[in-house]
């Protein structure tokens, strides 16, 4: 179904019992984050902050629940539109080459055409109210973190224009506010944003930009999709809605938006102009990523619908609700992964702990030797598969997102001397683990099941192994090891979890691995996994989290004996010789806000006390109070 704006979909929340109302006075400086944060991860509804200090509704958490999300695509689960896509994509491809096979394929495909976004140059709705001196002190902008660089729009459709092809864009990057009528405009390098700028760039003119908020929930989505540059999100978001989208002329340039947007903010990025600071901001990895220099977008003016809400988002430590809208990602774009690169794909995961591009699980059909290397191979630079830092590649019949069943799977199935493809390629600009920005290790992990082919001389497959007795656990008595954790998976196989100091011993994971080579003839541990002291290491997932943030894979590894691997996921500010970057710390609430909040529940409606997840995360930061680790 499509929905008319935000208003429209709120009815939809609401009816469904997904919303939840705050009526008191919430201030988007950090208090609508604190109370988010804690409503997130604890499963619970969409939020409505009715009271703000502004005239516009803040609607946030509106994507965290399976079903949410759902109902935002206008469906009954996510496997509907990845079935409905599988079908279009079909058709597409396999419409005869005939006169008459075309003839007889015409009707489906002008369905499918009649998904396509129509253009206006009459006014929508979105355009009710009009700002020709426009002042972002309208909006309910949040500041979300203590050490963030200011207040920033976290749900942004950002529209440009190629000047030369004329193919747009849809895009979503975070918008510092800089005054009442700039921001900051964080397309990253590898984004067509970025892409569109450079093209402006090089015809001496200044370029157009809108921003739009709200609308059909659909859209927020489709502007976070892994789409080829070609295809307009609008399509996307009309064959998912299954209604074309209305788009209208922007008043002052020449881009257009969807009538129904709630908000827009037109404008314009001049090239000719510098850079300026932007950030730090606390990011969906969990870290902050750090302030770095990007483009001024200077406002025009400011349009919004007469029932306008404010839609905003919070990232921080995970989970948030950005996992599913990963979540849908995965269930959408499957059927196109397979028909467009690698038919053997079955399915596809990225765990929350990977944040998206850390860790990407892969199950595939096999039927061959060397197809599990093959895969890697080939996802490896495809779209924003580029960005991925560990890509693990199963077969079989095992649940990728049973993570005790995978695991068993991989530690079964992998020999880690020889089944590990290990490279150097584009990051994501926020990862912050790899010596250099934006380019660093890789790991490819074929843990398929091996033919008779793929076995290595003398080791066995499926490789098994003894699980370590008492005896063993007694070498890593020593001063460099802080604790430890064997986790069982089963009988024989399971992953060992050590706590060090690299601020005391900066050599102690170093250390480690070589105490663990001299006792290769005991054949202790097929994987061991090494996190600073702070880490919980009963808290699984936040053991993940920080060995997928905080490795570089092909620098962070040693083999401690020919099937068996290590893997640092320390902090590296510590390390030894130092760390050529700047490292940056957690994303936690200050206490001050969390008492504030603590101090306000009560009023806000909720049924039980809900803790301030930040209690946990701010034991993770090492010295400093800022965004940046200091020694």
């Known amino acids: 179904m499509a929905y008319s704006g935000l208003k429209d979909f709120i009815s939809m929340l609401d009816s469904k019992g997904e919303l939840h109302r705050i009526k008191v006075f919430v201030d988007p400086v950090l208090e609508i984050t604190e109370i988010t944060d804690r409503v997130t991860k604890s499963g619970g509804r969409a939020l409505l902050f009715e009271n703000n200090g502004t005239r516009f509704p803040v609607l946030i958490n509106a994507f965290g629940s399976d079903s949410r999300i759902a109902m935002a695509l206008g469906m009954r689960d996510l496997t509907e539109a990845g079935s409905d896509l599988e079908k279009m994509f079909s058709l597409v491809t396999e419409v005869p080459a005939t006169i008459s096979g075309k003839i007889m394929a015409l009707p489906r495909l002008l369905r499918i055409a009649g998904y396509l976004p129509s253009f206006s140059r009459l006014k929508g709705s979105c355009q009710n109210v009009v700002y020709f001196k426009p002042d972002l002190s309208i909006l309910p902008v949040l500041k979300c973190w203590p050490h963030d660089g200011g207040k920033f729009i976290t749900l942004p459709m950002v529209h440009t224009i190629h000047p030369a092809t004329r193919r747009s864009n849809v895009g979503m990057y975070r918008m510092q506010i800089l005054g009442k009528d700039a921001t900051g405009m964080h397309w990253q390098r590898h984004k067509t944003g970025a892409n569109h700028f450079e093209a402006w760039k090089a015809t001496g003119k200044r370029m157009p930009v809108s921003v739009t908020l709200g609308g059909d929930p659909v859209y927020t989505y489709c502007a976070t999709a892994p789409l080829p540059e070609n295809i307009s999100e609008y399509i996307l978001a009309g064959f998912l809605r299954k209604k074309r989208v209305k788009l209208v002329k922007c008043i002052t340039n020449d881009l257009y938006v969807p009538s129904d947007a709630d908000i827009v903010i037109e404008g314009y990025v001049d090239p000719a102009e510098d850079f300026v600071s932007e950030g730090p901001f606390g990011d969906h990895t969990g870290f902050y990523s750090l302030a770095d220099f990007y483009p001024v977008f200077h406002v025009t003016c400011i349009t919004h619908s007469r029932n306008a809400v404010y839609p905003a988002t919070v990232v921080g430590v995970p989970p948030h609700e950005d996992a599913w809208l990963a979540k849908a990602t995965e269930k959408i774009f499957l059927s196109p992964v397979k028909l467009a690169i690698q038919p053997e794909i079955l399915d596809f995961h990225m765990p929350v702990a990977g944040v998206a591009h850390n860790l ?39 649940d990728i997102r049973n993570y005790k069943e995978l695991m068993l799977h991989i530690l079964t199935h992998t020999d880690f001397g020889s089944d590990i493809l290990f490279t150097r390629g584009p990051l994501d600009v926020l990862d912050h683990s790899s010596d250099a920005f934006s380019f660093g290790g890789k790991a490819g992990i074929d843990a398929t099941a091996k033919l008779p082919e793929e076995k290595q001389g003398g080791i066995p497959s499926p490789f098994t192994i003894e699980a370590p007795g008492e005896g063993n656990y007694a070498l890593l008595n020593v001063p460099f090891i802080k604790g430890f954790r064997f986790y069982t998976v089963s009988a024989g196989a399971g992953i060992l979890i050590l706590t060090v100091n690299p601020a005391e011993d900066p050599g102690s994971v170093r250390k480690i691995c070589d105490l663990i080579k001299i006792n290769t003839d005991k054949q202790l541990f097929r994987l061991v996994i090494a996190v600073d002291q702070q880490v919980d290491i009963e808290d699984i997932f936040m053991v993940a989290w920080q060995v997928l943030g905080n490795s570089d894979p092909a620098r962070d590894h040693c083999f401690t004996s020919p099937g068996s691997l290590l893997i640092d996921g320390t902090i590296k500010f510590y390390r030894e010789g130092g760390f050529p970057r700047r490292w940056p710390n957690i994303v936690s609430s200050d206490e001050t806000t969390i008492e504030t909040i603590d101090g306000k529940w009560n009023s806000l409606g909720f049924e039980t006390y809900l803790p301030s997840p930040s209690l946990k995360n701010r034991k993770l930061n090492h010295k400093g109070t800022d965004s940046i680790a200091t020694a």
């Open 360 to 398: 990407v699980i892969v199950r595939i059909k096999k039927t061959y030797p060397g197809q599990g290397m093959k895969v890697i191979s080939s996802l490896s630079g495809a779209g924003q598969m580029m960005f991925t830092k560990y890509l693990v590649v199963v077969s079989g019949e095992v």
